[in-house]
């Protein structure tokens, strides 16, 4: 079993639509978690970080940490063609190294 | 956020020739670098992992002396991938983690590399 799922997709929702990318782990100790956009042919963004459980909201991105349940969720909301991306969960215990999910390729439709 | 940016952004070379690739911090001091490899859909394999000042060290079932990591200062770290093979042909792209902001950890652009 890994230490990080992600359902690889491929995902295809219309424009506007509310996107759930999802992950679950296995480790109990992952404090960090992080999401990543990635353009084809270039390096993951950074687009959001969580401590704990609990939500974070930036603009039209939400993220939502459960612990208890070893789950995680990015949503997009209003979502564009312009978010079409391979979207990455990450996670961390302490100072260790970022473990990554596979990665979920998303397309949105015009 | 802060930037990372990655030279060359791709780069042929000829088997058995030696390659680098530069890896800088532009805007904080990056005490922690990391090198990936990523093949085509699929995740990033983290290769390495380099404090400024120390030895790197390598995740298991990647080769040391194949793959040179020199990170000897706060802003720039460098690959040199040696005797380069077309299997060695792929993605790399380096990371880069300040040490007072642990949360956070930045990716360069990404260096294709080509070997024939």
């Known amino acids: 079993q890994k230490e990080v799922e992600q359902d690889p997709g491929p995902l295809s929702v219309p424009e506007g639509a509310i996107v759930s990318l999802n992950c679950t782990y296995s480790?109990?100790?992952?404090?960090?978690f992080m999401w990543y956009r990635q353009y084809s042919r270039k390096g993951p963004e950074l687009l959001m970080y969580?401590?704990?459980?609990g939500n974070k909201e930036d603009g039209r991105f939400t993220a939502q940490v459960d612990k208890s349940s070893k789950y995680i969720s990015l949503f997009i909301r209003d979502s564009q063609p312009s978010d079409s991306a391979t979207y990455l969960c990450?996670?961390?215990?302490?100072?260790?190294?970022?473990?990554f999910g596979q990665g979920t390729r998303l397309t949105i439709n015009p | 956020g802060a930037v990372v940016s990655q030279h060359p952004s791709w780069v042929i070379c000829k088997s058995g020739t030696s390659v680098k690739i530069e890896c800088r911090s532009l805007d904080f001091q990056a005490t922690t670098m990391f090198w990936y490899r990523q093949f085509p859909k699929q995740s990033l394999m983290l290769m390495a992992t380099?404090?400024?000042?120390?030895?790197?060290?390598?995740e298991q079932g990647v080769e040391k002396d194949k793959f040179l990591i020199n990170h000897a200062s706060l802003t720039l770290s460098t690959l040199t991938v040696t005797s380069a093979h077309p299997e060695d042909s792929s993605f790399y792209i380096c990371s880069a983690r300040s040490g007072r902001r642990l949360n956070e950890q930045y990716f360069g652009p990404g260096t294709r590399l080509t070997v024939t």
């Open positions: 480790n109990s100790a992952f404090q960090y």
């Open positions: 380099s404090n400024e000042g120390s030895k790197a060290t390598y």
């Open positions: 969580t401590y704990s459980s």
């Open positions: 990450a996670m961390r215990e302490g100072a260790q190294k970022l473990v």
